[in-house]
């Protein structure tokens, strides 16, 4: 059952009250059929994403405009580029499994810029999150390119990712659409939950020759 704008509207207010990252009375929730717009201001980047997460997890959602201000608390230190700069090539030398030494970073104005290459989608997606929570982050531009090590043709990676949809249990295979077009991910299609499409993109990350996803799976 569509739910209705008015509904839709308190189910993401109510999950942003709830969630405890997120200082929800400092927000504004627009909803025009199924479009989101988030507006108002933040405390951290973190916090700014995680809004837009609490959103995306409610059911009929299909487009979500993040217009979330990041204002950091006048009591925190002042950070400056240089210090957040070397903050994230630390994070990236000690970061463990994933080699980010290929990688270039730049900050402006707290605004950070990366770029280089990785083998891998998971491992693109990952650079970008170590950067999330580091005080002093206003936005991230994510600009690294996946190089896999391996090439694969596209259809073995869209028969991996089918797998891996019927393995879970929560994904109807025969109510989504998986096309890959030179290692780019489409998805397309209807899922029965915010979880189960959520799922879907992060198994689309995880498949070995995926370069980018796009997850346009609609939960109806």
């Given at each position: 059952?569509?739910i ?6 308190k189910?993401?207010v ?16 627009e909803?025009?059929?199924?479009k989101?717009v ?31 201000a ?6 925190l230190?002042?950070?400056t580029?240089?210090?957040l ?47 999330y ?10 600009a ?5 090590s ?14 891996a ?24 299609g ?24 796009r997850?346009?799976l609609?939960?109806?």
């Open positions: 059952m569509v209705g704008s008015e509904e839709m509207k189910n993401i109510d999950q942003l009250y709830w969630d405890d990252r997120v200082d929800a009375s400092r927000l504004k929730v909803v025009v059929d199924s989101v988030l507006s108002g201001v933040v405390q951290s980047f973190s916090a700014r994403r995680a809004a837009e997460i609490d959103a995306s997890m409610i059911p009929d959602v299909s487009v979500i405009e993040n217009r979330l990041v204002e950091f608390p006048p009591a230190p002042a950070v580029d240089e210090e700069k070397s903050r994230i090539e630390k994070i990236y030398l000690w970061s463990g499994n994933i080699d980010f030494s290929a990688l270039g970073v730049s900050v402006e104005a707290g605004h950070v810029t990366l770029e280089g290459n990785l083998d891998a989608f998971w491992e693109k997606m990952r650079a970008e999150d170590l950067v929570d580091l005080l002093g982050v206003l936005s991230v531009t994510n690294i390119t996946v190089v896999p391996e090439s694969l043709p596209d259809m073995a990676i869209a028969d991996d990712i089918a797998a949809f019927r393995r879970t249990g929560e994904i109807d295979i025969n109510t989504v659409d998986i096309s890959v077009q030179d290692g780019i991910v489409y998805l397309a209807t899922v029965l939950s915010p979880s189960a499409r959520h799922m879907a993109g992060n198994i689309a990350w995880h498949t070995a020759g995926v370069i980018d996803v997850n346009d609609i939960v109806s």
